[in-house]
């Protein structure tokens, strides 16, 4: 739970009796490897802090092919925002590579805990501004980046994610088959 704390900490400050409130509000939860945290179809109902452990945000596409859309490490939040919002159904799936513990907080608790600390409103709208800017930078290079391009550079600013993550989600992630990833790792392209 400290990992919760400090990661508080580096964009807000909370005081002792803050803390125990914030930790009063979450649960530790475990979920096996390929065991999915959420499913197309459901409403998202809790937010997920990783503490440890590896997690992929995905679609199924209308290829019939799974479309890795984030990856989620230790000390990053993963949900689908739209559908923990408004409580509506997710088009999206989350599922844990790893073995994974997160604490988890659903949407009433949320609500209640930023009524009783309102100043956690900047901290997971910061969170959320730099997740919503990474999104936009991965969108960018999707458009201007050769496939080969992509890779190199994922290699390069996030080798953590190249060594963890199965090469067929790594593919999905940069939007080229698993074959073109061999190629590619093979130094055949």
Known sequence: MNQLI????????????????????????????????????????????????????????????????????????????????????????????????????DRKSFDELLERIPKLEKYFRLVIQKSFGASQVRITYLFTMSAEERFHHMNNMFPEFIQRVPQYMIASYLDFSPEFMSKIRAGKV
């Open 6 to 105: 400090q990661h508080i900490q580096k964009f807000i400050p909370i005081d002792n009796h803050e803390v125990k409130i914030i930790l009063s509000y979450f649960e530790t939860q475990h979920f096996k490897k390929k065991q999915l945290l959420l499913s197309e179809g459901q409403n998202s109902n809790k937010q997920y802090f990783i503490l440890k452990g590896c997690v992929r945000f995905y679609i199924n596409n209308n290829k019939g092919s799974e479309q890795t859309i984030q990856f989620g490490i230790e000390n990053w939040w993963i949900t689908d925002y739209l559908s923990f919002q408004y409580q509506t159904p997710s088009h999206f799936n989350i599922q844990a590579i790893e073995n994974i513990e997160t604490l988890s907080i």
